[in-house]
Protein backbone atom coordinates (compact mmCIF):
# COMPACT_ATOMS: atom_id res chain seq x y z
CA UNK A 1 0.00 0.00 0.00
CA UNK A 2 1.65 3.33 -1.25
CA UNK A 3 0.78 7.02 0.37
CA UNK A 4 -1.80 7.80 -1.93
CA UNK A 5 -3.57 4.75 -1.35
CA UNK A 6 -3.48 4.92 2.40
CA UNK A 7 -4.88 9.05 1.95
CA UNK A 8 -7.40 8.10 -0.10
CA UNK A 9 -8.80 5.11 2.06
CA UNK A 10 -8.94 7.70 5.15
CA UNK A 11 -10.69 10.20 2.34
CA UNK A 12 -13.48 7.85 1.43
CA UNK A 13 -14.14 6.54 5.26
CA UNK A 14 -14.22 10.30 6.44
CA UNK A 15 -16.51 10.70 3.44
CA UNK A 16 -18.66 8.35 3.41
CA UNK A 17 -18.96 8.03 6.66
CA UNK A 18 -17.72 5.03 8.83
CA UNK A 19 -19.10 2.45 7.90
CA UNK A 20 -19.73 3.42 3.90
CA UNK A 21 -16.41 4.67 4.16
CA UNK A 22 -14.67 1.25 5.80
CA UNK A 23 -16.74 -0.93 2.59
CA UNK A 24 -15.49 0.47 -0.06
CA UNK A 25 -12.15 0.60 1.61
CA UNK A 26 -12.55 -3.22 2.14
CA UNK A 27 -13.64 -3.31 -1.46
CA UNK A 28 -10.80 -2.13 -3.19
CA UNK A 29 -8.40 -4.29 -1.13
CA UNK A 30 -10.77 -7.47 -2.37
CA UNK A 31 -10.23 -6.15 -5.46
CA UNK A 32 -6.58 -5.70 -5.68
CA UNK A 33 -5.97 -9.08 -3.86
CA UNK A 34 -8.44 -10.47 -6.60
CA UNK A 35 -6.77 -9.24 -9.36
CA UNK A 36 -2.78 -10.05 -8.37
CA UNK A 37 -3.91 -13.75 -8.15
CA UNK A 38 -6.82 -14.25 -11.02
CA UNK A 39 -4.46 -11.89 -13.49
CA UNK A 40 -1.77 -13.32 -15.04
CA UNK A 41 1.80 -11.40 -14.43
CA UNK A 42 3.63 -10.00 -17.25
CA UNK A 43 7.00 -11.98 -18.32
CA UNK A 44 9.20 -12.57 -20.60
CA UNK A 45 7.37 -12.62 -23.92
CA UNK A 46 8.04 -13.56 -27.94
CA UNK A 47 6.98 -11.26 -30.41
CA UNK A 48 5.44 -12.42 -33.22
CA UNK A 49 4.03 -11.06 -36.96
CA UNK A 50 2.20 -13.41 -39.82
CA UNK A 51 5.32 -13.76 -42.05
CA UNK A 52 4.80 -14.98 -45.80
CA UNK A 53 2.63 -16.38 -47.26
CA UNK A 54 2.38 -19.89 -47.42
CA UNK A 55 -0.43 -20.82 -49.17
CA UNK A 56 -4.52 -20.49 -49.18
CA UNK A 57 -7.95 -22.58 -49.15
CA UNK A 58 -10.72 -20.99 -50.91
CA UNK A 59 -14.23 -20.95 -49.39
CA UNK A 60 -17.03 -19.23 -49.23
CA UNK A 61 -17.11 -15.65 -50.03
CA UNK A 62 -13.42 -15.90 -49.61
CA UNK A 63 -11.15 -18.27 -47.89
CA UNK A 64 -8.10 -18.53 -45.62
CA UNK A 65 -5.06 -17.31 -46.41
CA UNK A 66 -2.16 -19.21 -44.44
CA UNK A 67 1.26 -17.43 -43.23
CA UNK A 68 4.34 -18.92 -42.02
CA UNK A 69 3.14 -17.94 -38.05
CA UNK A 70 -0.13 -16.97 -38.54
CA UNK A 71 -3.59 -17.53 -40.95
CA UNK A 72 -5.98 -14.79 -41.92
CA UNK A 73 -9.94 -15.94 -42.38
CA UNK A 74 -11.81 -13.50 -44.86
CA UNK A 75 -15.42 -13.61 -45.53
CA UNK A 76 -17.95 -11.18 -47.86
CA UNK A 77 -21.35 -11.69 -46.34
CA UNK A 78 -24.61 -11.10 -48.67
CA UNK A 79 -25.12 -7.63 -46.66
CA UNK A 80 -22.23 -6.25 -47.65
CA UNK A 81 -20.06 -6.14 -44.17
CA UNK A 82 -16.55 -7.79 -44.71
CA UNK A 83 -15.29 -9.92 -41.66
CA UNK A 84 -11.50 -11.19 -41.43
CA UNK A 85 -9.99 -12.37 -38.04
CA UNK A 86 -6.30 -13.93 -37.10
CA UNK A 87 -5.32 -16.68 -35.73
CA UNK A 88 -8.65 -18.96 -36.97
CA UNK A 89 -10.32 -16.21 -35.30
CA UNK A 90 -14.35 -16.68 -36.49
CA UNK A 91 -16.90 -14.30 -36.58
CA UNK A 92 -18.88 -16.77 -33.42
CA UNK A 93 -19.73 -17.03 -30.86
CA UNK A 94 -19.97 -13.40 -30.24
CA UNK A 95 -22.27 -11.06 -28.47
CA UNK A 96 -22.08 -8.49 -30.68
CA UNK A 97 -24.21 -10.27 -33.63
CA UNK A 98 -28.19 -9.51 -33.35
CA UNK A 99 -28.69 -13.47 -34.78
CA UNK A 100 -26.65 -15.76 -36.37
CA UNK A 101 -23.75 -14.33 -38.47
CA UNK A 102 -24.55 -13.39 -42.17
CA UNK A 103 -24.39 -16.26 -44.91
CA UNK A 104 -21.24 -15.30 -46.99
CA UNK A 105 -21.83 -13.84 -51.08
CA UNK A 106 -21.24 -16.83 -53.21
CA UNK A 107 -19.86 -14.24 -55.64
CA UNK A 108 -16.61 -12.74 -53.60
CA UNK A 109 -13.98 -15.31 -54.73
CA UNK A 110 -10.14 -15.31 -53.46
CA UNK A 111 -8.04 -14.59 -56.05
CA UNK A 112 -4.50 -14.42 -56.73
CA UNK A 113 -3.01 -10.55 -56.82
CA UNK A 114 -0.10 -8.87 -58.16
CA UNK A 115 3.44 -9.77 -55.70
CA UNK A 116 2.68 -12.63 -54.16
CA UNK A 117 -0.88 -11.07 -52.48
CA UNK A 118 -4.21 -11.97 -52.85
CA UNK A 119 -7.64 -10.26 -53.14
CA UNK A 120 -11.20 -10.30 -52.63
CA UNK A 121 -13.69 -8.40 -55.20
CA UNK A 122 -17.08 -7.92 -53.85
CA UNK A 123 -19.87 -5.79 -55.15
CA UNK A 124 -18.90 -2.70 -52.50
CA UNK A 125 -15.41 -2.80 -52.41
CA UNK A 126 -11.74 -4.94 -52.54
CA UNK A 127 -10.03 -6.54 -50.47
CA UNK A 128 -6.28 -6.93 -50.61
CA UNK A 129 -3.55 -9.29 -48.65
CA UNK A 130 -0.34 -8.59 -49.49
CA UNK A 131 2.21 -11.66 -49.14
CA UNK A 132 3.46 -10.24 -45.93
CA UNK A 133 0.01 -9.31 -43.97
CA UNK A 134 -1.11 -5.56 -44.51
CA UNK A 135 -4.95 -5.67 -45.44
CA UNK A 136 -5.81 -2.93 -47.43
CA UNK A 137 -10.02 -1.81 -48.31
CA UNK A 138 -10.33 -0.08 -51.05
CA UNK A 139 -13.57 1.40 -52.90
CA UNK A 140 -15.23 -0.21 -56.21
CA UNK A 141 -13.49 2.49 -58.13
CA UNK A 142 -9.98 1.59 -56.42
CA UNK A 143 -9.38 4.10 -54.10
CA UNK A 144 -7.43 3.25 -50.39
CA UNK A 145 -9.79 4.09 -47.42
CA UNK A 146 -8.04 2.11 -44.89
CA UNK A 147 -4.92 -0.20 -44.81
CA UNK A 148 -4.20 -2.28 -41.72
CA UNK A 149 -0.44 -3.24 -40.96
CA UNK A 150 0.56 -6.70 -40.54
CA UNK A 151 -0.20 -7.25 -37.17
CA UNK A 152 2.01 -8.36 -33.99
CA UNK A 153 1.25 -10.07 -31.49
CA UNK A 154 3.33 -11.06 -27.44
CA UNK A 155 2.91 -14.05 -26.43
CA UNK A 156 3.69 -15.20 -22.60
CA UNK A 157 7.14 -17.59 -22.79
CA UNK A 158 5.46 -19.66 -19.93
CA UNK A 159 2.07 -20.26 -22.15
CA UNK A 160 -1.12 -17.83 -21.51
CA UNK A 161 -3.17 -15.33 -23.62
CA UNK A 162 -1.34 -13.48 -26.16
CA UNK A 163 -2.05 -9.32 -26.34
CA UNK A 164 -1.51 -7.66 -29.79
CA UNK A 165 -1.30 -4.73 -31.71
CA UNK A 166 -3.02 -3.26 -34.92
CA UNK A 167 -1.81 -0.32 -36.89
CA UNK A 168 -3.90 1.09 -39.36
CA UNK A 169 -3.28 4.02 -42.14
CA UNK A 170 -6.17 6.01 -43.18
CA UNK A 171 -6.86 8.73 -46.00
CA UNK A 172 -5.23 12.20 -45.30
CA UNK A 173 -8.46 13.78 -44.83
CA UNK A 174 -10.52 11.16 -43.03
CA UNK A 175 -11.94 11.81 -39.47
CA UNK A 176 -12.35 9.71 -36.78
CA UNK A 177 -16.27 9.33 -34.88
CA UNK A 178 -17.16 6.67 -32.47
CA UNK A 179 -15.85 4.56 -30.13
CA UNK A 180 -18.77 5.02 -27.63
CA UNK A 181 -19.04 7.78 -25.54
CA UNK A 182 -16.29 9.99 -24.99
CA UNK A 183 -16.32 13.69 -23.22
CA UNK A 184 -13.93 14.59 -26.36
CA UNK A 185 -17.20 14.88 -28.32
CA UNK A 186 -18.27 12.95 -31.23
CA UNK A 187 -15.17 13.87 -33.51
CA UNK A 188 -11.92 12.07 -32.38
CA UNK A 189 -8.71 14.11 -32.99
CA UNK A 190 -5.46 12.82 -31.80
CA UNK A 191 -5.48 10.90 -28.50
CA UNK A 192 -5.46 7.30 -26.80
CA UNK A 193 -8.64 6.35 -25.81
CA UNK A 194 -9.29 3.40 -23.49
CA UNK A 195 -11.69 0.62 -24.41
CA UNK A 196 -12.92 -0.05 -20.88
CA UNK A 197 -16.24 0.94 -18.98
CA UNK A 198 -15.66 3.13 -16.42
CA UNK A 199 -17.64 5.49 -14.00
CA UNK A 200 -15.70 8.37 -12.97
CA UNK A 201 -18.08 8.86 -10.06
CA UNK A 202 -18.01 12.90 -10.83
CA UNK A 203 -18.48 15.30 -13.03
CA UNK A 204 -16.41 14.78 -16.40
CA UNK A 205 -15.01 17.21 -18.69
CA UNK A 206 -13.45 16.94 -22.29
CA UNK A 207 -10.18 15.47 -20.90
CA UNK A 208 -12.11 12.79 -19.00
CA UNK A 209 -11.64 9.07 -20.64
CA UNK A 210 -13.19 6.44 -20.52
CA UNK A 211 -16.66 7.04 -19.53
CA UNK A 212 -19.49 4.39 -18.91
CA UNK A 213 -19.73 3.50 -22.38
CA UNK A 214 -17.03 2.41 -24.52
CA UNK A 215 -17.48 0.71 -28.15
CA UNK A 216 -13.96 -0.47 -30.24
CA UNK A 217 -16.13 0.78 -33.07
CA UNK A 218 -14.70 3.22 -35.68
CA UNK A 219 -16.66 5.20 -38.01
CA UNK A 220 -14.78 7.22 -40.53
CA UNK A 221 -15.44 9.69 -43.05
CA UNK A 222 -13.38 10.50 -45.68
CA UNK A 223 -14.39 12.56 -49.36
CA UNK A 224 -14.12 9.05 -51.38
CA UNK A 225 -16.47 6.82 -48.83
CA UNK A 226 -17.08 6.31 -45.05
CA UNK A 227 -16.01 2.85 -43.70
CA UNK A 228 -16.58 1.44 -40.32
CA UNK A 229 -14.18 -0.81 -38.74
CA UNK A 230 -15.67 -3.35 -35.79
CA UNK A 231 -12.41 -5.26 -33.24
CA UNK A 232 -15.24 -7.89 -32.11
CA UNK A 233 -13.37 -8.19 -28.45
CA UNK A 234 -14.16 -8.23 -25.55
CA UNK A 235 -10.72 -7.36 -23.43
CA UNK A 236 -9.31 -4.07 -21.96
CA UNK A 237 -7.35 -1.89 -24.89
CA UNK A 238 -6.35 1.29 -25.90
CA UNK A 239 -7.07 3.21 -29.27
CA UNK A 240 -4.77 5.68 -30.42
CA UNK A 241 -5.77 7.98 -33.08
CA UNK A 242 -4.33 10.45 -35.17
CA UNK A 243 -5.48 12.92 -38.10
CA UNK A 244 -3.77 12.81 -41.51
CA UNK A 245 -3.25 16.38 -42.87
CA UNK A 246 -3.28 16.72 -47.15
CA UNK A 247 -0.08 18.55 -48.27
CA UNK A 248 -0.97 22.11 -49.53
CA UNK A 249 0.13 23.06 -53.07
CA UNK A 250 2.49 20.01 -54.36
CA UNK A 251 3.43 18.87 -50.83
CA UNK A 252 2.67 15.30 -50.22
CA UNK A 253 -1.02 14.41 -47.98
CA UNK A 254 -0.14 12.53 -44.46
CA UNK A 255 -2.26 9.59 -43.95
CA UNK A 256 -4.31 9.54 -40.57
CA UNK A 257 -3.63 6.75 -38.39
CA UNK A 258 -5.05 4.27 -35.83
CA UNK A 259 -3.11 2.30 -33.57
CA UNK A 260 -5.17 -0.44 -31.83
CA UNK A 261 -3.95 -2.81 -28.46
CA UNK A 262 -5.85 -4.60 -26.52
CA UNK A 263 -4.50 -7.12 -23.54
CA UNK A 264 -5.97 -10.55 -25.36
CA UNK A 265 -8.68 -12.00 -26.78
CA UNK A 266 -9.00 -12.80 -30.71
CA UNK A 267 -8.23 -10.48 -33.77
CA UNK A 268 -11.18 -10.05 -35.54
CA UNK A 269 -13.16 -7.62 -37.17
CA UNK A 270 -15.77 -6.31 -39.38
CA UNK A 271 -15.44 -4.06 -42.34
CA UNK A 272 -18.04 -2.13 -44.08
CA UNK A 273 -18.10 0.31 -46.55
CA UNK A 274 -20.14 2.94 -48.57
CA UNK A 275 -22.42 6.24 -48.30
CA UNK A 276 -22.70 6.86 -44.35
CA UNK A 277 -26.50 5.93 -44.07
CA UNK A 278 -25.25 2.35 -46.26
CA UNK A 279 -22.91 1.95 -43.43
CA UNK A 280 -24.77 2.42 -40.67
CA UNK A 281 -27.69 0.01 -42.39
CA UNK A 282 -25.12 -2.42 -42.30
CA UNK A 283 -23.86 -2.17 -39.26
CA UNK A 284 -27.56 -2.01 -37.77
CA UNK A 285 -27.91 -5.30 -39.93
CA UNK A 286 -25.37 -6.96 -38.17
CA UNK A 287 -25.85 -5.87 -34.58
CA UNK A 288 -29.70 -5.46 -34.82
CA UNK A 289 -31.50 -2.48 -34.79
CA UNK A 290 -32.37 -0.13 -31.79
CA UNK A 291 -36.05 -0.32 -30.73
CA UNK A 292 -38.40 2.60 -32.47
CA UNK A 293 -38.80 4.53 -28.71
CA UNK A 294 -42.40 5.78 -28.03
CA UNK A 295 -42.85 9.45 -28.55
CA UNK A 296 -42.79 10.32 -25.03
CA UNK A 297 -39.06 9.40 -24.91
CA UNK A 298 -38.02 12.01 -27.37
CA UNK A 299 -39.32 14.87 -25.33
CA UNK A 300 -38.69 16.95 -22.38
CA UNK A 301 -37.32 14.93 -19.18
CA UNK A 302 -36.42 15.61 -15.44
CA UNK A 303 -34.17 13.59 -13.69
CA UNK A 304 -32.10 13.81 -10.90
CA UNK A 305 -31.03 12.51 -7.75
CA UNK A 306 -32.71 13.44 -4.73
CA UNK A 307 -37.06 12.15 -5.41
CA UNK A 308 -37.94 12.72 -1.61
CA UNK A 309 -41.05 11.22 -1.54
CA UNK A 310 -44.45 11.79 -3.65
CA UNK A 311 -44.85 15.50 -2.75
CA UNK A 312 -41.96 16.16 -4.14
CA UNK A 313 -42.72 15.23 -7.16
CA UNK A 314 -45.85 16.81 -7.41
CA UNK A 315 -44.13 19.72 -6.47
CA UNK A 316 -41.63 19.49 -9.32
CA UNK A 317 -44.47 18.84 -11.76
CA UNK A 318 -46.18 21.76 -10.83
CA UNK A 319 -43.31 23.66 -11.28
CA UNK A 320 -42.77 23.15 -14.64
CA UNK A 321 -46.55 23.62 -15.25
CA UNK A 322 -47.21 26.97 -13.30
CA UNK A 323 -43.86 27.89 -15.63
CA UNK A 324 -45.69 26.82 -18.80
CA UNK A 325 -42.59 24.62 -19.60
CA UNK A 326 -42.93 21.40 -20.90
CA UNK A 327 -42.37 17.98 -19.48
CA UNK A 328 -43.31 14.55 -20.50
CA UNK A 329 -41.41 12.03 -18.05
CA UNK A 330 -40.31 12.65 -14.60
CA UNK A 331 -36.90 10.21 -13.19
CA UNK A 332 -36.71 8.50 -9.87
CA UNK A 333 -33.43 7.58 -8.92
CA UNK A 334 -32.61 4.59 -6.68
CA UNK A 335 -33.29 7.03 -3.48
CA UNK A 336 -37.06 5.84 -3.79
CA UNK A 337 -36.23 1.98 -3.18
CA UNK A 338 -36.25 0.46 0.59
CA UNK A 339 -32.57 1.02 1.70
CA UNK A 340 -31.36 1.40 -2.11
CA UNK A 341 -32.46 -2.30 -2.69
CA UNK A 342 -33.62 -2.53 -6.21
CA UNK A 343 -37.11 -3.40 -7.71
CA UNK A 344 -38.06 -2.32 -3.94
CA UNK A 345 -40.17 1.15 -2.91
CA UNK A 346 -40.32 2.93 0.09
CA UNK A 347 -43.27 3.08 1.70
CA UNK A 348 -42.41 5.86 4.07
CA UNK A 349 -42.01 8.28 1.48
CA UNK A 350 -44.03 6.44 -1.83
CA UNK A 351 -46.78 5.53 0.05
CA UNK A 352 -48.94 5.17 -3.06
CA UNK A 353 -46.82 5.21 -6.25
CA UNK A 354 -49.10 3.25 -8.69
CA UNK A 355 -51.52 6.69 -7.78
CA UNK A 356 -49.03 8.97 -8.08
CA UNK A 357 -48.25 7.07 -11.75
CA UNK A 358 -51.86 7.23 -12.85
CA UNK A 359 -52.10 10.74 -11.85
CA UNK A 360 -49.47 12.01 -13.95
CA UNK A 361 -50.35 10.18 -16.75
CA UNK A 362 -53.55 11.83 -16.78
CA UNK A 363 -51.27 15.04 -17.61
CA UNK A 364 -49.46 13.49 -20.15
CA UNK A 365 -46.36 12.60 -17.73
CA UNK A 366 -44.67 9.52 -17.74
CA UNK A 367 -42.61 8.05 -14.67
CA UNK A 368 -39.48 6.42 -15.18
CA UNK A 369 -37.39 4.27 -12.77
CA UNK A 370 -33.70 3.41 -12.58
CA UNK A 371 -32.38 0.17 -12.45
CA UNK A 372 -29.14 -0.89 -11.09
CA UNK A 373 -27.71 -4.65 -11.83
CA UNK A 374 -26.85 -4.89 -8.41
CA UNK A 375 -28.24 -6.86 -5.56
CA UNK A 376 -27.76 -6.46 -1.93
CA UNK A 377 -26.06 -9.62 -0.51
CA UNK A 378 -28.54 -10.20 2.40
CA UNK A 379 -30.53 -13.22 2.97
CA UNK A 380 -34.41 -12.35 2.93
CA UNK A 381 -33.53 -9.80 0.43
CA UNK A 382 -36.54 -11.62 -2.00
CA UNK A 383 -34.22 -10.74 -5.18
CA UNK A 384 -30.65 -12.12 -3.78
CA UNK A 385 -32.49 -15.20 -2.45
CA UNK A 386 -34.10 -16.00 -5.86
CA UNK A 387 -30.49 -15.79 -7.72
CA UNK A 388 -28.85 -17.32 -5.55
CA UNK A 389 -31.36 -20.48 -5.69
CA UNK A 390 -30.82 -20.58 -9.50
CA UNK A 391 -26.69 -19.35 -9.24
CA UNK A 392 -27.84 -16.58 -11.59
CA UNK A 393 -24.56 -14.11 -9.37
CA UNK A 394 -21.20 -13.61 -11.41
CA UNK A 395 -18.41 -15.84 -9.90
CA UNK A 396 -14.68 -15.59 -10.21
CA UNK A 397 -12.27 -18.34 -12.09
CA UNK A 398 -12.40 -20.15 -8.48
CA UNK A 399 -15.98 -20.44 -8.70
CA UNK A 400 -16.42 -17.60 -5.83
CA UNK A 401 -19.50 -15.26 -6.27
CA UNK A 402 -18.30 -11.66 -6.68
CA UNK A 403 -19.22 -9.33 -4.30
CA UNK A 404 -18.69 -5.70 -4.78
CA UNK A 405 -20.54 -2.51 -2.90
CA UNK A 406 -22.91 0.02 -4.46
CA UNK A 407 -25.93 2.15 -3.02
CA UNK A 408 -27.57 -1.34 -1.41
CA UNK A 409 -23.91 -1.98 0.53
CA UNK A 410 -22.13 -5.34 -0.14
CA UNK A 411 -24.07 -6.66 -3.41
CA UNK A 412 -23.47 -9.29 -5.81
CA UNK A 413 -24.26 -8.81 -10.05
CA UNK A 414 -26.54 -11.01 -12.44
CA UNK A 415 -24.35 -13.03 -14.89
CA UNK A 416 -25.99 -11.61 -17.91
CA UNK A 417 -24.47 -13.49 -19.77
CA UNK A 418 -27.11 -16.24 -19.65
CA UNK A 419 -30.54 -16.72 -21.71
CA UNK A 420 -32.08 -17.88 -18.17
CA UNK A 421 -30.65 -14.47 -15.69
CA UNK A 422 -31.92 -12.66 -18.82
CA UNK A 423 -35.45 -14.39 -18.48
CA UNK A 424 -35.38 -14.29 -14.38
CA UNK A 425 -34.18 -10.94 -14.25
CA UNK A 426 -36.42 -9.54 -17.16
CA UNK A 427 -39.53 -10.71 -14.92
CA UNK A 428 -38.74 -8.97 -12.54
CA UNK A 429 -39.63 -6.17 -14.39
CA UNK A 430 -43.39 -6.94 -13.78
CA UNK A 431 -42.95 -5.42 -10.44
CA UNK A 432 -42.09 -2.05 -11.83
CA UNK A 433 -44.72 -2.41 -14.07
CA UNK A 434 -47.13 -2.96 -11.26
CA UNK A 435 -46.22 0.31 -9.76
CA UNK A 436 -47.00 2.45 -12.62
CA UNK A 437 -43.61 3.01 -14.46
CA UNK A 438 -43.59 3.79 -18.08
CA UNK A 439 -39.60 3.36 -18.58
CA UNK A 440 -36.48 1.91 -17.55
CA UNK A 441 -33.33 4.00 -16.65
CA UNK A 442 -30.38 1.09 -16.88
CA UNK A 443 -27.58 2.47 -14.73
CA UNK A 444 -24.48 1.29 -13.19
CA UNK A 445 -23.24 -1.49 -15.84
CA UNK A 446 -19.96 -0.51 -16.05
CA UNK A 447 -20.17 -2.68 -13.90
CA UNK A 448 -19.74 -0.29 -10.62
CA UNK A 449 -18.52 -1.47 -7.42
CA UNK A 450 -17.06 1.35 -5.37
CA UNK A 451 -13.56 1.20 -4.18
CA UNK A 452 -12.00 3.61 -2.03
CA UNK A 453 -8.83 3.81 -4.24
CA UNK A 454 -8.12 1.89 -7.46
CA UNK A 455 -11.02 1.73 -10.45
CA UNK A 456 -14.54 1.67 -9.49
CA UNK A 457 -15.45 -1.85 -10.95
CA UNK A 458 -15.02 -5.65 -10.32
CA UNK A 459 -11.87 -8.17 -9.82
CA UNK A 460 -10.43 -7.64 -13.57
CA UNK A 461 -11.76 -11.42 -14.46
CA UNK A 462 -14.61 -13.18 -13.40
CA UNK A 463 -14.77 -16.78 -14.40
CA UNK A 464 -18.31 -16.46 -16.01
CA UNK A 465 -18.53 -13.23 -17.58
CA UNK A 466 -18.06 -15.27 -21.00
CA UNK A 467 -18.68 -18.31 -20.42
CA UNK A 468 -20.41 -18.95 -23.04
CA UNK A 469 -17.88 -17.91 -26.10
CA UNK A 470 -14.95 -19.87 -24.07
CA UNK A 471 -13.43 -19.26 -27.60
CA UNK A 472 -13.03 -15.23 -26.21
CA UNK A 473 -12.86 -15.16 -22.58
CA UNK A 474 -12.00 -12.50 -21.49
CA UNK A 475 -12.32 -9.23 -19.03
CA UNK A 476 -16.03 -8.89 -17.70
CA UNK A 477 -16.18 -4.50 -17.63
CA UNK A 478 -16.07 -4.49 -21.85
CA UNK A 479 -18.51 -7.79 -22.63
CA UNK A 480 -21.25 -7.95 -19.91
CA UNK A 481 -23.19 -4.00 -21.17
CA UNK A 482 -23.53 -6.05 -24.37
CA UNK A 483 -26.00 -8.54 -22.75
CA UNK A 484 -27.02 -6.01 -20.00
CA UNK A 485 -30.04 -3.89 -21.62
CA UNK A 486 -31.20 -7.19 -22.83
CA UNK A 487 -33.49 -8.24 -20.15
CA UNK A 488 -35.04 -4.59 -19.50
CA UNK A 489 -36.08 -5.05 -23.35
CA UNK A 490 -36.77 -8.70 -24.17
CA UNK A 491 -37.31 -10.11 -20.93
CA UNK A 492 -39.91 -7.73 -20.16
CA UNK A 493 -41.79 -9.34 -23.36
CA UNK A 494 -43.39 -11.87 -20.75
CA UNK A 495 -44.89 -9.18 -18.61
CA UNK A 496 -48.10 -7.99 -18.78
CA UNK A 497 -49.09 -5.29 -21.72
CA UNK A 498 -49.14 -1.84 -20.36
CA UNK A 499 -50.61 1.36 -22.07
CA UNK A 500 -48.64 3.44 -24.58
CA UNK A 501 -48.43 6.39 -26.47
CA UNK A 502 -50.88 6.21 -29.46
CA UNK A 503 -48.18 6.74 -32.14
CA UNK A 504 -45.39 4.08 -30.85
CA UNK A 505 -44.76 2.17 -28.04
CA UNK A 506 -41.30 -0.22 -27.32
CA UNK A 507 -42.00 -4.34 -26.74
CA UNK A 508 -44.91 -5.49 -24.57
CA UNK A 509 -44.03 -4.05 -21.21
CA UNK A 510 -41.35 -2.35 -21.99
CA UNK A 511 -42.49 1.14 -23.43
CA UNK A 512 -39.02 2.51 -23.26
CA UNK A 513 -35.93 1.41 -21.94
CA UNK A 514 -32.63 3.99 -21.43
CA UNK A 515 -29.42 2.74 -21.03
CA UNK A 516 -26.00 3.80 -20.13
CA UNK A 517 -24.09 0.93 -21.20
CA UNK A 518 -21.78 -0.59 -23.94
CA UNK A 519 -22.62 -1.59 -27.05
CA UNK A 520 -25.06 -2.14 -29.76
CA UNK A 521 -28.59 -1.27 -29.37
CA UNK A 522 -30.73 -4.19 -28.18
Known amino acids: MDGRDLVRSVKAVGSGGAAGGLRTVRAAWRRRRADASGLPRRGAE ?226 M ?24 ALGHHH ?16 GYQERGLPLDAVHLDNDHYDAHQVFTVDRDRFPKLPVLAEELRRDGIRLVSVVDPA ?15 QDAFVRDAAGRVVEGVVWPGESVYPDFTHARVRKWWGGLYEER ?27 GRPGTFWRAAAATTGRPTTCTPWAWPAPGTRGCGNCPPRRGPSSSRAPAGAECSATEGRGPAT
Request: with cysteine; net charge negative.
Open 273 to 296: MGTPARVLHTWASLTGAPALPPAW
Open 433 to 459: LAQGFAGFWHDLNEPVSFTAFGENTLP
Open 303 to 318: ARRGSGSEQEVRGVVS
Open 375 to 389: VRAEPGNAVYDAGSA
Open 46 to 271: RARVPGPVQGVVPGPGGGVIRFARSELRITVAVNGAVFWGWDGAGPEPSYALAGRCPEPDPRAVLEPDKDGGWQVVAERGTVMVSRHGAVEVRTPGGVTLRRDLPPRWWEPADGGAAHWMQRSEVAADARFFGLGGRAAGPRLRGGTYRLWNTDPGHAVGPGDDPLYLTMPVQLVVADAATHLVFHDTSWDGTVTLREGEEGAGSGHDRAGTSELRMDGGPLRCWV
